[in-house]
């Protein structure tokens, strides 16, 4: 398995934002770092008014109470037996988009006979899981739009597990506020409970009918069509089960926490 | 008659108008910035003139300011009707009467002496843009939330086609400030009584 840390890969991306236009046009990693102070003097409206209008640190906290507020919200709006729309094979985005915060160079290779999924927290049952374990378990499979926090939309296909069927199966305390995910690309992050337990919710080993391609998340990407593309971890090494908030990779410099759509 | 005859814009007229200034301001300069994520169409909107330094960052102002347009919008609804002045001020809207001020307009002969009462245009104008906003919200519920807001996304369109409304909608209202804000300038008076009152 590839590891790599996070800070190194962020370098990397600063050279190659022009060339991976693509896989990094959310922004350039130097922009994510100024966020904080760019979107506290607000940015194009300070230059508009000549002034700084606004204490920087209070709008950033002001801002940052909203967003933890708009999760409430989303959680309230949140329907559990509310389905995502689902799609004929016709209408598959073909090529899907390759997404990730790095190129599609970069992308980690896992090792299939060394890989184990780890869980830990509430769970009853500890144990790692082979691949081969988890491609037992009950396959499902739908086609659904992906969301990119970006904007653009994609249908795609993907196949797997029922995630409330695999949290049954390791004794999962469904009464635990969090679900939150390690990956082997050193993406992190983690969802509400009953999200996780939302009949779309899948933790997916195909892509379109074949075995998830490294780009699209081998070994295994959870999909959830009602969060958006940033909340569905892709290459995943661990689930916690919990009541800690994990934040995420995205989520802890800025973007929603909730993430619905 | 009103008991204070030389107001014309009450307060909370002019409060929830003021505020509104300030949520539409970061909307439209936080959506450019969202819109440049990944553009609709072929062209970005400079980032200099965006708010909030990153999608990130324009995504928090957006999702903040979206709350006092919506919640300052329903007050400003609320007491339009409670007071009848929605229906004094806007109405009645007769299409002669609009054509007949649009001709007159275009001619630079737009009788403003009476600035308590609103010309066909103006009414037209400012129910356009009461509209508008309205549409955007909507489509804005199916950009941000488009599961949960099923109907409203079938209404819109799907989803892809709720982020052409929602841009349209912004574009328009942008089209609308323009105007609005000419016609102030050149009649300075009216910026005077939305401050004012009178």
């Known amino acids: 398995m590839k590891k790599r840390n996070a800070i190194s890969g962020r370098i990397q991306l600063l050279d ?92 980690p290779e896992v090792d299939t006979a060394d890989y184990k999924l780890a869980i830990g927290g509430m769970v009853s049952d500890k144990h790692a899981w082979a691949l081969d374990e988890l491609y037992k378990l009950p396959q499902t499979s739908q086609i659904t739009r992906h969301i990119c926090v970006e904007g653009w939309s994609a249908v795609g296909k993907w196949g797997g597990v029922t995630f409330s069927t695999f949290l049954k199966r390791i004794g999962a305390d469904m009464s635990a506020k969090y679900v939150s995910f390690k990956c082997a ?44 593309g940033y909340k569905n971890p892709k290459h995943i090494t661990e689930i916690v089960v919990g009541n800690a908030y994990t934040g995420g990779y995205w989520e802890d410099q800025g973007y929603n926490w909730f993430g619905g759509s | 008659m009103t008991p204070n005859v030389a107001t014309v814009h009450p307060g909370w007229l002019r409060i929830t108008h003021w505020l509104n200034v300030i949520a539409v301001v970061i909307l439209i300069l936080s959506g450019w910035r969202i819109y440049n994520a990944s553009p609709i169409f072929a062209f970005r909107i400079p980032d200099s003139v965006t708010l909030g330094g990153w999608l990130g960052g324009a995504l928090l102002w957006h999702f903040a300011a979206m709350w006092l347009l919506v919640v300052n919008g329903v007050i400003y609804m609320a007491f339009n009707f409670a007071t009848g002045r929605f229906g004094r001020k806007f109405f009645p809207l007769r299409p002669r009467e609009v054509i007949g001020d649009m001709v007159a307009a275009l001619k630079g002969k737009l009788a403003h002496d009476d600035l308590t009462h609103y010309n066909a245009l103006q009414k037209l104008a400012y129910l356009f843009v009461i509209v508008d906003v309205a549409v955007i919200v909507l489509s804005g519920l199916v950009v941000w939330k488009s599961v949960q807001f099923s109907w409203l996304r079938v209404l819109m369109g799907g989803f892809d086609n709720a982020r052409i409304v929602h841009f349209f909608g912004m574009a328009a209202l942008v089209a609308f400030i323009v105007v609005h804000v000419i016609m102030v300038a050149l009649v300075p008076k009216t910026f005077v009584m939305m401050v004012r009152g009178k």
Not at chain 1, 64 to 79: E, I, T, Y
Not at chain 1, 188 to 215: E, N, R, V
């Open chain 1, 16 to 107: 190659k934002d022009a060339i991976v236009k693509d896989a990094f046009k959310a922004m350039p990693a130097s922009a994510r770092r100024l966020f904080l102070g760019r979107a506290a003097t607000l940015g194009g409206l300070s230059m508009l008014t000549g002034c700084t209008v606004v204490d920087e640190e209070s709008a950033e906290k002001l801002l940052m109470k909203v967003s933890r507020f708009n999760d409430k919200v989303q959680g309230w709006l949140f329907d559990p037996n509310k389905l995502a729309p689902t799609y004929p094979e016709s209408m598959i985005t073909r090529p899907f988009p390759f997404n990730a915060f790095y190129g599609e160079d970069e992308v």
């Open chain 1, 185 to 228: 690309d050193d993406y992190y992050t983690s969802i509400d409970m009953p999200t996780a337990l939302h009949p779309q919710t899948l933790l997916t080993f195909t892509y379109d009918g074949q075995t998830l391609p490294a780009k699209y998340g081998f070994p295994m990407k959870l999909r959830m069509p009602t969060k958006l």
